[in-house]
């Protein structure tokens, strides 16, 4: 059995074009595109050439089929300077994410998805924009219901992951090759997935984190998350719903000093100029002292980097998944074996959300699947 798919999925993954896989494998890019295409199948001396060049498995190519990702159905940040390989690079290695938390879907009982759809708020719906209004509207306001209806008042958040998992969205990582995309998210047969970029900062990836559960529920699943309003809308939910309005206005005074921000920032988990950014939207710094405080932070370097940064944040979920399933005796590889997949692929996928390669001891399993209880 062959499976076209697969093929062309494992292709993208690796960023190769059909010409430079063809050149790889010893074959021409019109047998290449007949094989994608399934208008033929190829020889097994072909398929073990294919699957050397693409560093997968043999067995990867003959496995079930796989349905693309709609990229209509993703925004990306700052889209238009992504190429359509680094696009379809995220995506097909966001596909095999997904076959990750299918696969640990049948082991256990992972939280349901409580993701309130919000499109309402959104500027599909132009009463709810007020400009110049004094009181929350739009993101803003579905940033406060969404924190009311988690019952997080106006509290910092600790760990966006872990709340994020704990309300039932799967987190994944992108693949080092994915560097030049932020984040990206959806809504995936009734589940909403969150994708990051984990090699950034962790005050950034927190924003990603929340920015995206902004596109989730004022986009909800069936509107297309597209274009730079969506984002700004997205961006502004997350600025709202890490910093509080009234949390901020309660700690910070009107035009507070460089000092007063970079020790701030700590109290939210957030980049000191998405702190600045903040302080301006809300009224607690004029246009002035806004122009000059991302001046000067620039000055200071943290426009590339954030100084005295928080911790990096890991998935809970999968950190309980995998050292369950050691102490069952079940490793990294075995699963990998499983999702038919190589090991390296494997680390990718969760790369920098939880430590995979340590080994454990443990003797059978339970017959009952595992309740993960995730702490918020």
Known sequence: MFTPSRLEHARKVRGLSLVRLAESAGITARSLSSYENEHGEPSEETLESLALALDF??????????????????????????????????LTAGRLAIELHDW????????????????????????QQSPGATKPNGPELAAEIVRAR???????ITNMVHLLEAHGVRVCSLAERCADVDAFSLWWKYTPYVFLNVRKSAERS?????????HLILQGEEQNPHGPEAEREANR?????????????????????????????????????????????????????????????????????????????????????????????????????????????LSELVFGL????????????SSQRPQLNLVK
């Not at 019952?151 to 910092?156: H, T, V």
């Open 57 to 90: 498995p043999i067995s990867f190519f003959s496995a079930e089929d796989l349905d693309s990702l709609p990229l209509d159905a993703v925004s990306f940040r700052a889209g238009s300077k992504l190429t359509a390989g680094k696009r379809d690079m995220a």
């Open 104 to 127: 640990i879907g049948t082991r256990f009982r992972l939280p349901a998805p409580d993701i309130p759809s919000l499109p309402r708020f959104s500027a599909a719906y132009p009463d």
């Open 150 to 156: 988690w019952g997080l008042g106006n509290a910092p």
């Open 206 to 214: 927190r924003f990603d984190a929340a920015h995206e559960l902004g």
């Open 237 to 345: 939910f997350a600025a709202a719903f890490l910093m509080p309005r009234d949390s901020v206005l309660a700690r910070l005074p009107l035009n507070p000093s460089i000092q007063h921000i970079i020790q701030a920032k700590k109290i939210w988990k957030v980049a000191a100029m998405a702190l600045a950014h903040r302080l301006h939207e809300i009224g607690l710094s004029t246009d002035w002292h806004y122009r000059s405080t991302c001046y000067e932070l620039g000055k200071r370097g943290y426009r590339s980097k954030e100084r005295y940064g928080t911790v990096r944040e890991t998935s809970q979920v999968l950190d309980k998944v995998f050292r369950t399933l050691r102490t069952e005796g079940i490793t990294a590889t075995s699963i990998a074996r499983d999702l038919h997949i190589s090991p390296d692929v």
């Open 354 to 365: 939880v430590v995979t390669t340590v080994e454990g001891e443990g003797s059978g399993g």
